[in-house]
């Protein structure tokens, strides 16, 4: 089987090694180009998911644990950790698989990047693929819309003389420029400076928070409502459904099928940094933080804070990319623009799928609350479902289990263990991700409409200081006086 599995590995990686390096030149240019634009190692991947997967969210967790309350918030980040690091390696083992039976087929992938839905049609038919893709589309679209909120409720806490709204606008605009990043090879520079903007702003929010110290009178009566439970819940749950855009990372590597453990180093080390920063903030504001679903609300404003917030809004940009090029690739293929070699062309192209995600943000810019409800009707169908029933019906048969690229792992019980764990993970996540998570974050999402209404100004912003009204002038009073 060893032998066997070497082969494999040769079929899938000799072409695309050769379709990647061909031609180039060993000058400066091309090393510099090289070191800081063109990536696609084993490190490359595992810093695009590190940084793709904490994000924004990393603001909002603090909001979660008051709605969970602190053991709930930890076991629900170890739980979904867990989960996320299993399907993101379906969705690897599965990618291998097409790959490698489309390369015995002589297909060449020299100018087309595989993606997600392409390996369900491949492997399972058309009527998977027209499902893969409506989710995954349908997610990236509002995980796009995420971070232009977020964009624009981190930068309120620097200037808040435009508001919320307005700073969509401007940040949409920003935004739109990633029309001009080829694919996730081009990423490299902009994954690892990601990573250390996340990384300062959870020990920035870690230690401000312990720092600063408990409110006056601060309580912790979470999990306090079934509703705010399984919003937090299903937040955590969209915390590590980052892997939307993991075929799209491995095929940008060199050797893809080094994917398999990429994603869970890449969840351990961001444990590390979502344990302590949510575990801080509660501590210090407790139910404070139940109208305050940005951390940066309430840590005090100075030098390091504002730091965080420039960092974080240099972050979200890239993770915009990062949600937005599997979806640039997709309008590419049905406008027939994806072979094209002008970049300036393709960039041309992919400007009217940023309209949309624009509009959506100024419509429903609920920070905090919109997480929860993409997490429990996209991401729990999209990164965790849909994985796991197409690994077991991709090797449903015994000749598929017996011809397969990858084994899965002997510790887990091969084949028998994996589908457990899947018929597992596709009953949890449908009753309690979906389920009750839908139901409760829909109800939430619906009371931030009734409470704000759609195309709000400045969501959860300080109601203005009016000054104070003049004093009233009496007549009589003056008359008397001037007596």
């Not at 049609?121 to 499902?131: E, F, M, Q, T």
Request: glycine content about 8%.
């Amino acid at each position: 089987m060893e032998n066997g599995e070497k082969a494999a590995e040769t079929v899938v990686v000799g072409n695309y090694v050769e379709m990647e390096r061909e031609g180039k030149a060993s000058d400066i240019k091309s090393k510099l180009s090289d070191m800081f634009w063109h990536g696609g190692s084993a490190y490359d991947a595992w810093f695009s998911c590190a940084s793709n997967q904490v994000a924004q969210v990393l603001l909002t967790l603090p909001y979660s644990f008051s709605q969970l309350g602190m053991l709930s918030g930890i076991l629900f980040q170890l739980f979904y950790g867990i989960l996320g690091s299993w399907t993101a390696y379906l969705i690897s083992i599965l990618y291998v698989e097409y790959r490698t039976r489309k390369e015995r087929e002589k297909v060449n992938f020299r100018n087309h990047v595989i993606q997600w839905f392409e390996v369900l049609d491949g492997l399972l038919g058309k009527h998977w693929r027209n499902v893969g893709l409506a989710f995954n589309c349908t997610f990236l679209l509002f995980g796009s819309v995420i971070q232009l909120i977020a964009c624009a409720s981190n930068i309120y806490y620097i200037n808040d003389n435009l508001d919320k709204r307005t700073w969509t606008y401007i940040f949409g605009a920003c935004c739109a420029t990633t029309v001009f990043i080829p694919s996730f090879h081009n990423y490299r520079i902009w994954s690892f400076l990601g990573l250390l903007m996340t990384t300062y702003t959870a020990w920035y929010l870690t230690i401000a928070s312990i720092l600063h110290g408990q409110v006056e009178g601060v309580k912790h009566s979470g999990p306090s409502k079934l509703v705010l439970y399984f919003t937090g819940a299903t937040n955590i749950l969209y915390t590590f459904g980052g892997h939307a855009v993991t075929v799209e990372i491995m095929h940008a590597m060199w050797k893809p099928q080094k994917f398999k453990s990429i994603y869970l180093f890449a969840t351990l080390y961001v444990l590390t940094l979502t344990l302590p920063s949510a575990s801080a903030v509660y501590w210090a504001f407790g139910d404070l933080l139940l109208n305050h679903s940005n951390a940066f609300a309430l840590l005090p404003k100075n030098l390091y804070r504002d730091f965080a917030v420039v960092l974080m809004l240099i972050h979200q940009f890239i993770t915009f990319g990062f949600a937005c090029t599997p979806l640039y690739f997709v309008w590419e293929k049905l406008i027939g623009m994806h072979e094209c070699r002008s970049m300036c062309k393709r960039a041309a192209a992919r400007l009217p799928v940023v309209i949309p995600i624009w509009f959506l943000a100024i419509i429903f810019p609920f920070f905090g609350p919109i997480n929860s409800t993409v997490g429990s009707l996209l991401v729990s169908f999209t990164v965790y479902i849909i994985p796991a029933l197409a690994h077991i019906f991709t090797f449903r048969s015994s000749a598929a289990r017996e011809n397969a690229v990858e084994q899965p792992p002997r510790f887990l019980g091969r084949w028998t263990g994996a589908f457990t764990i899947n018929a597992f993970i596709v009953v949890w996540v449908l009753i309690v991700g979906f389920g009750f998570g839908g139901w409760a974050s829909m109800i939430n999402f619906v009371h931030q409409i009734d409470t704000f209404g759609l195309f709000t100004k400045c969501y959860q912003c300080p109601a203005p200081v009016t000054a104070a009204p003049p004093p009233i002038s009496h007549p009589h009073f003056n008359h008397t006086r001037g007596l």
